[in-house]
């Protein structure tokens, strides 16, 4: 199993089917936001970390009775057998918890920490492609992060085979090398923060010994707290946030030019009716009132108007805020998927690193605006696919997982007459009473 990546075509397969009885329905032009709600609501189902690994653990066992039969406690003795072969203890951290409740809990949770998936890593002896898999599609994050230096060493270990006492003694050359490093006085370099997580990472694919590895690692010397986020998706981000507000923009400046032709007319017609006035301070007036209109550009448009746009269609309580999502009947599917003007907030202030949701809703809004660009929906539906997978794939986040009831209910929207409406729509019938 090791080395071949997670074998998940089931959970792919299913998920396709659901989607593909959506979109091919004779209806669906007529009836998108039911029937995309309807799957997401009856048949998607959303795919747990811990289902995720129980999956992982039949292949790896080689099992042949019926999935459906094998239970928790047959994957808790997989796991303490694996775990004991390759000498890797419960925790990174002295714990006085036990490796059976431990697991018992990885195999029930919806989530997990990510420091778990490394721990997994040694416990199972994954390769880089599980690992990674685990974390773009189990618990939805980044890859191995290059500037991290626990997950860079970790990294160096899946690569080469190496068990977890090898990490244990990387481990702590490198925290001996960075303790003198700061001791001597030598700041931290501003590399971590600067360069490209592309950069860096091609960077880190030339380590090629355990010296070379420890070098490469005290580049990242901190004796600060400040978080090293991704500079690749920080930028990817930046550039669709900004043309998303250049497109809200279009939208504001449409509608005023309606509003204002309709009161231009209401108001000639006022001017032509004042016998007071010659004809020359009717046309003054005019072009004043023609001066007046509202031009609005990108930089006029805040985190607020991006939530009245995206989120539209979600109610808000009496103070503006969005409604809690377990209001929501699809609050399983899309937790942690709303686009609101706090979360866009952290983003932009740094407090907050950009995560796969915030990309690809923020490309879905994009393709949304240009539909009428494309030919037909399906022409749409491939150029959405194709952009959004490569900004996904230079950040290390892995391509769009059909099985994430979320991603797969915006390529059944990208496929619809009119995207953000049905985005909308499916929305208002999730918190619908």
């Known amino acids: ?15 396709w089917e659901s989607m593909y009885d959506a979109v091919d329905d004779s209806v669906f032009f007529d009836k998108d936001a039911e029937l995309i709600y309807e799957s997401l609501q009856n048949k ?47 925790s990174f951290v002295p714990t006085t918890a036990k490796l059976s409740a431990l697991s018992k ?82 700041t931290y370099s501003e590399y971590a923060f600067g360069e490209r997580t592309i950069s ?50 279009d939208l504001y400046n449409a509608n005023e030019e309606e509003n204002h032709r309709r009161a231009y007319y209401e108001y000639k017609d006022r001017l032509s009716r004042n016998d007071r006035l010659y004809d020359y301070e009717k046309i003054e007036r005019l072009k004043k009132f023609n001066e007046s209109k509202k031009v609005y550009t990108r930089y006029d448009i805040s985190e607020s108007d991006i939530e009245q746009i995206i989120c539209a269609a979600i109610p808000k309580d009496r103070h503006g805020n969005l409604t809690p999502s377990k209001a929501s009947k699809l609050n399983e599917q899309f ?62 986040m892995g391509t769009l997982y059909v099985q994430n009831p979320y991603e797969c209910f915006l390529l059944m929207c990208i496929l619809s007459v009119d995207p953000l409406a049905t985005f909308a729509n499916v929305w208002e019938l999730s918190y619908e009473k």
Not at 343 to 365: A, C, K
């Open 200 to 249: 860096v990472r091609d960077s880190m694919y030339t380590i090629e010994d355990d010296n070379v590895l420890i070098e490469y690692l005290l580049k990242f010397k901190t004796s600060d707290n400040r978080s090293r986020l991704s500079v690749t998706s920080r930028y990817y981000f930046q550039r669709m946030y900004d043309e998303a507000r250049g497109l809200i923009a």
């Open 44 to 90: 998607m189902k959303f795919i747990s970390f811990g289902d995720y690994l129980k999956r992982y653990l039949y292949l790896k066992a080689g099992l042949t009775v019926p999935f459906s039969d094998v239970t928790v406690k047959d994957y808790q003795l997989i796991i303490k057998s694996e775990f004991e072969k390759n000498q890797t203890p419960q």
């Open 105 to 186: 809990n990885w195999l029930t949770q919806n989530t997990v920490k990510r420091i778990v998936v490394f721990l997994l890593g040694f416990g199972l002896d994954m390769s880089v492609t599980d690992v990674n898999q685990f974390l773009t599609k189990a618990l939805r994050e980044h890859e191995i992060n290059p500037k991290n230096p626990f997950e860079v060493i970790c990294w160096y270990c899946y690569k080469n085979k190496y068990g977890f006492q090898k990490f244990r003694q990387l481990w702590d050359t490198y925290r001996i090398a960075q303790a003198n490093a700061l001791d001597s006085g030598l």
């Open 335 to 396: 937790a942690g998927k709303r686009f609101s003007r706090q979360r866009i907030s952290e983003i932009l202030s740094g407090s907050s690193e950009v995560n796969r949701v915030d990309l690809i809703t923020l490309n879905f809004f994009i393709f949304s605006q240009r539909a009428s660009e494309y030919s037909n929906a399906t022409r749409r539906y491939s150029e959405f696919l194709k952009s959004t997978n490569e900004i996904l794939e230079k950040c290390f």
């Open 1 to 15: 199993m090791s080395g071949n990546g997670l074998q998940d075509f089931e959970y792919t397969q299913a998920a």
